[in-house]
């Protein structure tokens, strides 16, 4: 069942995609380090894992832009635009 | 100190990792609190390589439970991407102070917030006060837990998010989610209800913990074995935890949180004294 506002559906999938593929890649990863080796797979699930809520953003701003809901699009954008600034310095300092 | 490279030492995290996320999924909470204290005391991990661990993990609790209760509106993204603007904005701030503060000082700030958030949780009268209305509020939609999707009146919008840029300042400066400190903001001052406010939260902490996550990874400073484990246990937990909130009594949750408040403030204490 999905109640609320169309935005909650699409950001509900971008997450459930990104954290089952990445669960499933970090499941497969730890057989394979208790095996002696699969970090490399941990790593790329890992990866797949912490992009979800970037995806789930997306997804929401795709939808509020759709809707021609300019107010909460540009909060969705500004929101990104944050995010990436964040990145930025914290990667630089 | 355990070696998680041994098989059952892997499946004994993922099993810690599994408490976390039901915790987390429960009240709100990344699970950061737990994850950390099991990572540097368990395992002996340092600091930095157990935040790395913790924020994957956190990342896992938020995404698996916040998919399920987006699909039954509980959350209010809108509210949830207002305040995670500032929250980000705070965090960033709160990364570049924790340069400059005492480790000692750091965990008595944490401490004494966690204290304040338990005892308004405990003895806040009948839970939240009806929304008031007026300049600084709006109106938003979200599911009830009876089901009924309608929209709601929030208060003090801007002034909430100034204080969830201290939040997210206090989340990045003690390594944590945030969560035991936004939870009490949107249901005490903002008045939304619990169940959404936790909800709300676990959207917002995704967010905040890919922001520090992402650092981490792009500089190679995630274990993937501890990370790895931690994630998975979390995810599981974080929907084993989504289940069990639905038959949850609202005003038990709140005790409860407030119980895991004074828990997390003790050992803060006993962290800033130098015994833990």
Same mark, same amino acid.
């Given at each position: ?93 | ?175 944590v989610g945030g969560g035991t400190i936004k939870v009490p903001i949107m ?5 939304? &209800? ?29 274990? &993937? ?13 974080a929907t084993i935890g989504t289940v069990i909130n639905q038959h949850v ?15 997390v403030a003790a050992l803060m204490l006993l962290r800033a004294g130098g015994?833990?």
């Amino acid at each position: 069942m999905t109640a609320g506002p169309p935005e909650n559906r699409r950001a509900a999938v971008a997450l459930q995609y990104a954290s089952y593929a990445g669960v499933a890649v970090m499941a497969v990863g730890l057989v394979l380090i208790a095996a002696g080796v699969g970090e490399t797979v941990a790593l790329i699930g890992i990866g797949l894992l912490i992009i979800g809520p970037v995806l789930g953003l997306a997804a929401v701003l795709v939808t509020l832009i759709q809707e021609k809901d300019w107010k909460w699009a540009g909060t969705a954008a500004v929101l990104a635009a944050v995010l990436a600034v964040t990145m930025l310095l914290s990667y630089f300092f | 100190m355990l070696s998680p490279m041994d098989p059952v030492m892997l499946f004994v995290l993922v099993l810690i990792a599994v408490g976390g996320g039901i915790v987390g999924a429960l009240f709100g909470l990344g699970g950061g609190i737990i994850f950390v204290p099991v990572l540097t005391i368990l395992f002996g991990l340092d600091v930095t390589a157990a935040s790395a661990a913790s924020l994957i993990g956190v990342v896992a609790t938020s995404s698996g439970s916040a998919a399920v209760y987006l699909k039954k509106g509980l959350p209010s993204i809108r509210v949830g991407m207002f305040l995670e603007i500032s929250t980000c904005i705070g965090a960033a701030v709160g990364a570049f102070m924790a340069a400059y503060l005492a480790d000692w000082l750091l965990c008595l700030i944490f401490a004494g917030v966690m204290i304040y958030n338990g005892y308004i949780m405990a003895f806040s009268p009948t839970g939240r006060s009806a929304p008031q209305g007026g300049k600084d509020s709006g109106r938003f939609t979200w599911t009830d837990t009876n089901g009924t999707t309608g929209e709601h009146t929030v208060d003090h919008l801007h002034s909430g998010a100034a204080m969830c840029t201290g939040a997210g300042a206090l989340s990045a400066m003690t390594g944590v989610g945030g969560g035991t400190i936004k939870v009490p903001i949107m249901n005490i001052y903002m008045h939304i &209800p619990i169940k959404t406010a936790a909800a709300t939260s676990n959207y917002m902490i995704g967010l905040t913990a890919f922001t520090g996550a992402i650092v981490y990874f792009i500089r190679g400073q995630v274990l &993937p074995e501890y990370a790895a484990a931690v994630a998975v246990g979390a995810f599981i937990g974080a929907t084993i935890g989504t289940v069990i909130n639905q038959h949850v009594n609202a005003r038990a949750q709140k005790r409860y949180f407030s119980v895991i408040a004074f828990l997390v403030a003790a050992l803060m204490l006993l962290r800033a004294g130098g015994i833990l």
